[in-house]
């Protein structure tokens, strides 16, 4: 393991360290799906002689993984026992977009469901309707025993929905919600039939997927603590072994021991129990920026830390290595000066990357940039490099979108419309395409190719590149989309799934 440093706080107010039509519905939910091992052991470790095959179908033997921790091997692969991909960019690392082929001609197949999807929440004290999926909204895949693909989604319909991949059909009843939706679901990776996902009701709950319909077992209150902020649940939980990993706009992060187990019929039981909690602000941060502290970023794992960040800037690093015992003090903080949606991303080597909107304005902001790679080990400046990412043609600067890691590559679409791509050693922009702005998708690379959604200020596309030459990128399609898309797609053998604002849910495969 990478030693552990003492307390780092950087910057925080003081120096720095340095066309379709849609499918007819299944009438009745399909069986119950419920979700048992294809591969490794129950809880997720990769035993000696385990293979994994890798999108380049490069095949390399695994070493054994210690438990509660997430090793650099993991970085690019799928997480835990079940074929699919079980949460927000596929693992804890958030490394991992799903199995290729991606089509490069590809087609709308199905739209679901038959009428919108649509609601209304309240925003400021105002009515508001809601349609479809927005940011983060990426489905979970999963390929279930029963042979079928499964595709589960929130949206704005406060409901979660269970599809099949390859009809667009209803697979399971609804579970409806007690508001709207805008993250994305968690599969259990380790063969528990469980479900884990939020709603600004304000409630992250834990679902039975082995009852005859999606069944609640357990929930979170927001307003359980003394928050800071509202109490929707944007992020995207992280489950390592028996823990889930989760941060809320409350403004707290949370540790959660599930205790999974089975009861004497067979049917998934958990027993939940908060061994850790801390609020993601300070005084010192709050007389800064004021009471903007939520966190709507996925944590991120590696080795035995977890890793948030917050809406005022702060990303913080914890060490789990004992948190059973409601142990994790803070072996980072770092501020980045502005708010911190985006999803960290963490390379095979530890290092962070993490990606600021423009909306504070500090000067700490300007000094320190917006696309920023951190070394979290360092007992110097963790400031390895950074982008500065300003307001250009209209829009905000900085990022919405959580980039994607290609390598010694880093893929990032900003809000102004430019689509990035950064050395990771350096920091050097090796070349940049316009994407148009409002771009908030996250985007999705598989087999060399790449899936990036088209900023929601323009007219949206959806368009496919060939990076296997990374100075030299060749588009290989732009798809139209029939209405902005905020949400990330998915990508599995050959098609991809994507929400839109349009109120419909899309899968996209090869023409005919």
Not at 31 to 51: H, L, Q
Not at 291 to 302: D, K, N, V
Not at 403 to 428: F, H, I, Q, W
Request: proline share 8%.
């Amino acid at each position: 393991m990478r030693r552990l440093i003492p307390l780092l706080i950087c910057g925080l107010v003081m120096s720095a360290c340095s066309p379709a039509t849609p499918m007819e519905e299944a009438a009745e939910p399909a069986p119950d799906g419920s979700i048992e091992t294809t591969a490794g052991s129950p809880d997720g470790s990769a035993p000696d002689d385990a293979t994994t095959t890798t999108t380049t179908t490069t095949t390399t033997t695994l070493p054994p993984r210690p438990e509660g921790t997430v090793p650099g091997w993991t970085v690019g692969r799928p997480w835990g026992s079940v074929d699919g991909l079980v949460m927000f960019r596929g693992n804890p690392t958030r490394t991992y977009y799903g199995r290729g082929p991606l089509p490069d001609d590809p087609r709308q197949i199905w739209r679901f469901p038959q009428s919108p999807m649509c609601s209304n929440s309240p925003v400021g004290g105002q009515d508001k309707t809601w349609c479809g999926s927005g940011w983060t909204g990426q489905p979970v895949v999963w390929n279930r025993p029963d042979g079928t693909t499964e595709v589960i989604f929130g949206a704005y319909d406060a409901r979660i929905h269970f599809v099949d991949a390859a009809t667009g059909a209803r697979t399971r009843a609804d579970f409806q919600m007690g508001d709207i939706i805008k993250g994305s679901v968690s599969l259990d990776p380790d063969g528990f039939p469980l479900l884990y996902a939020g709603s600004r009701d304000p409630r992250y709950r834990i679902i039975a997927l082995d009852r005859g319909e999606p069944t609640e077992l357990w929930s979170l209150n927001a307003g359980s603590v003394d928050g800071m902020w509202n109490n929707d649940w944007d992020s995207n939980a992280a489950i390592v072994d028996d823990l889930m990993y989760l941060g809320g706009e409350n403004s707290w992060f949370f540790i959660v021991k599930l205790n999974r187990g089975f009861d004497e019929n067979g049917l998934v039981t958990v027993d939940p129990k908060v061994v850790f909690s801390m609020p993601a602000f300070t005084s010192e941060l709050v007389q800064a920026v004021g009471r903007q502290q939520s966190i709507e970023s996925s944590p991120t794992l590696y080795e035995e830390r977890v890793y948030f960040a917050n809406s005022a800037g702060r990303v913080v690093g914890l060490d789990v290595s004992d948190v059973e015992s409601g142990e994790a003090p803070v072996v980072f903080d770092y501020w980045m000066g502005d708010d911190v949606d985006a999803t960290i991303v963490v390379d095979d080597e530890g290092m962070l990357y993490v990606a600021a909107e423009e909306d504070f304005r500090t000067a700490r902001a300007a000094e320190v940039g917006q696309l920023v790679k951190l070394d979290p080990y360092t007992e110097g400046d963790p400031r390895v490099w950074g982008i500065s990412i300003p307001s250009a043609r209209g829009y905000e600067g900085g990022i919405w979108a959580t980039p994607a890691l290609v390598g010694s590559v880093l893929m990032a679409p900003t809000n102004t419309g430019r689509l990035l791509a950064v050395e990771t050693a350096t920091g050097d922009i090796l070349w940049e395409d316009d994407v148009g702005g409002g771009a908030w998708s996250s985007p999705v690379v598989v087999d060399e190719r790449m899936l990036v959604t088209t900023g929601c200020e323009t007219e949206p596309t959806l368009r496919g590149y060939d990076i296997s030459d990374p100075q030299s990128p060749v588009v290989l399609f732009d798809l139209p989309a029939e209405a902005c898309i905020e949400s990330t797609p998915a990508v599995w053998e050959g098609r991809f799934f994507v929400g839109s604002r349009d109120g419909y849910f899309y899968a996209f495969g090869r023409g005919s």
